[in-house]
């Protein structure tokens, strides 16, 4: 790990964080060892914070000695006004647009270089998605990731656009100077529509969600199999929803695109 | 605060989780002074502490300057597997059983005296409830609560039963006794029927999720108004969502209570 990049790693909170950080999707248990050894820590020092982060309830033993992360940190999460809390004002508008429309819906938020998804609720016979709450996803090739980019402070957008770009399918856009283009077309239309783009059989459509400042602070989508719907018939479906939540935030998009 | 409690709240590591802890439902934004005050930490270790914390994200600062939650911790929080892991694997069965009843769902789990709550789905017609997702409440008049507490550990149930109870109605049950012959009642029939407890207006009925162990995790209850439903007609809809969760877990109900 590169400490270097982050200025609170060398101290005891960082080393505390680290600790948490060791835990991902893929690798949501683990044992003292794997704990060290994913930290760089010395067993003794992971030893005595795992023992202080399992003391608070930021971490649980199970029944097999193993660690996970606990549910004090879980509640305590729950206040992020840009997690649970934007996903519980969004819900009733999110499930509305599920009852309708039958597919996936999803709601996220941009964290530095990535989507990351605040809601998802599965479609009961729509296409299976991979995303996950809470789990992040890049920003170009998802409906919602090109809504938040296109709103994105210009230096970020060059930054994702200057990055080797994951190729999907055949049909990921990968070509920055067309992405600039996509990104202008979302900013001008106020939807985005990406075909193909993750899975050969998906398409998304997503429209920004504004908060109070006239910023677009989430971005909300349908994913459908890309044969069974007609991306454009869904796009007032998802701009409804979306000044739903936009409302109940208090925002508004900026006079010139309401 | 009575640092004597918590064998972490001394160390460094300690006092950066106090800063986290500061945050509540009804004081999601702090300023730096809030933060201090609420902490008992001089302002220059409080001000450091929090620029660790907000380098890494566990923190972030808004416009205004005021500090709030991150959503790099809610990331990493959604890993939990008592909080958005068994949310993800609940969720199709407790909006089945929304969708049904046209009632308010609630998935809760036990963390140490109080029940804390997975998820919330609101029944678009039903009565209104007070509870939150990653809030808490008391076990002893709501039906998800009085689930987990027929099935904690005896010295859990004495624990709370020799504590002074709220009551929130005329109707709370506070009499040691008397609920422990209702916490029996709820491990006999495999149901918690809680009427009028915390509102006049509310009745809630609840059944338990098994784990693999065949220990209870978690309770799942609805929640409706006490004259618009027939409680014990909602049994039956609220046990099969509790089997399917169940199932989803791997978890059944010991032998001689299937």
Chains 1, 2 share one sequence.
Request: include cysteine; aromatic fraction near 4%.
């Amino acid at each position: 790990m590169d400490e270097g990049n982050r200025s609170a790693t060398g101290s005891v909170t960082g080393r505390a964080l680290r600790v948490l950080e060791a835990f991902t999707p893929t690798a949501p248990v683990l044992t003292l060892t794997d704990i060290s050894r994913r930290t760089s820590l010395p067993l003794t020092t992971a030893h005595r914070l795992v023992g202080e982060l399992t003391s608070w309830g930021a971490l649980e033993r199970d029944q097999d000695g193993g660690y996970r992360i606990g549910l004090r940190l879980w509640e305590i999460a729950a206040l992020a006004p840009r997690g649970l809390g934007l996903r519980e004002l969004a819900l009733p508008h999110l499930s509305d647009l599920g009852r309708v429309t039958g597919e996936n819906v999803q709601l996220a938020v941009r964290e530095e270089l990535s989507v990351v998804y605040v809601e998802r609720l599965a479609g009961q016979k729509s296409v299976p998605v991979l995303t996950r709450v809470g789990g992040r996803f890049a920003l170009t090739p998802t409906g919602v990731g090109r809504v938040l980019l296109a709103h994105a402070p210009p230096e970020i957008q060059e930054h994702v656009l200057s990055q080797p770009l994951v190729r999907y399918t055949e049909r990921t856009e990968c070509d920055p100077g067309r992405l600039r283009q996509a990104l202008a077309e979302v900013r001008h239309t106020g939807v985005a529509v990406c075909e193909r783009q993750v899975t050969m059989d998906s398409v998304s459509v997503a429209a920004p969600v504004y908060g109070p400042g006239s910023e677009v602070v989430a971005a909300v989508s349908v994913v459908a199999h890309v044969e069974a719907v007609q991306a454009y018939a869904l796009v007032p479906l998802i701009q409804v929803a979306a000044s739903g939540i936009s409302r109940t935030l208090n925002g508004a998009p900026p006079p010139g695109r309401r």
